[in-house]
């Protein structure tokens, strides 16, 4: 049965003409930055393209090996697409990375405003890193929302620098949130070097005391 309807993934009109059965496959290739891949049936056969959208609200996020039933449609080129796709045998995933990603971001925050509270951490240093967490959060998401919309990319390096210099606790929460950029290991091989160079030199400003008369030089500039 045919039918037209626009494209979610390139905003263009497509025909597609549905196939006769459900088919049970699995998912051989995702990009998970992208928010899409290609699906192949169960004993072999064509493999068809699928869109994060595509997949039925509510499900957990798609992974290469998973078991799936779908819809087989096919467009006026010939091309196959997964449509209604539903997971067979949930893959198990261990929500053990997406806690600590959680657990250290929210900790590291937490003891931040109770040396702020104690006056052990200057003003313009909590304020600082609440202001780059947010920015930091902000450039995950708009950088997720580009890569399923295929639009123009944040460079990797500007999400590093935004790590480096102290939003780094945003971008875990983000990291998870947006599940962006958690599973690609030189990604995160990159980003945990600029966590710890970043808690390094905010170590050696307190310890030295330079933190505080940075605090005491930005206050000074006001009028």
Same mark, same amino acid.
């Given at each position: 049965? #045919? ?8 905003? $263009? ?39 994060? @959208? ?7 996020? #798609? &992974? ?18 997964? @449509?209604?796709? %539903? ?10 990375? &997406?806690?600590? %990603?959680? $657990? ?6 937490? =003891?931040?405003?109770?040396? *702020?509270?104690? &006056?052990?951490? #200057?003003?313009?240093?909590? +304020? ?7 920015? &930091? ?6 950088? @997720? ?22 939003? *780094? ?7 998870? =949130?947006?599940?962006?950029?958690? %599973? ?5 091989? /990159?980003?945990?070097?600029? /966590? ?5 030199? +905010?170590?050696?400003?307190?310890? $030295? ?13 006001? #009028?």
């Amino acid at each position: 049965m #045919p039918y037209s309807r626009c494209d979610s993934a390139f905003g $263009t009109r497509v025909n597609f003409t549905r196939q006769n059965m459900r088919y049970v496959g699995r998912i051989t290739e995702w990009n998970d930055d992208r928010g899409f891949g290609f699906v192949t049936p169960n004993g072999g056969g064509d493999r068809a393209f699928v869109h994060i @959208k595509s997949f039925e609200r509510g499900s957990s996020r #798609p &992974a290469a090996g998973m078991l799936v039933s779908y819809d087989l449609l096919k467009d006026d080129k010939g091309r196959f697409n997964a @449509k209604d796709v %539903r997971f067979g045998t949930r893959k198990p995933r261990s929500k053990a990375s &997406a806690w600590t %990603r959680k $657990t250290v971001g929210a900790l590291f925050l937490f =003891v931040l405003l109770l040396g *702020w509270f104690f &006056a052990k951490v #200057p003003t313009i240093v909590a +304020l600082a890193y609440g202001v780059m967490s947010v920015l &930091a959060a902000l450039l995950y998401g708009m950088d @997720k929302s580009a890569a399923v919309n295929n639009r123009w990319r944040t460079p990797e390096s500007t999400l590093h620098i935004g790590g480096l210099m102290g939003g *780094w606790p945003g971008a875990l929460f983000a990291q998870d =949130v947006f599940h962006h950029k958690s %599973r690609k290991a030189k990604f995160q091989s /990159v980003f945990w070097v600029t /966590v710890v160079l970043n808690c390094a030199v +905010l170590g050696w400003l307190l310890a $030295t005391g330079k933190s505080a008369s940075i605090n005491q030089f930005i206050l000074g500039l006001q #009028p």
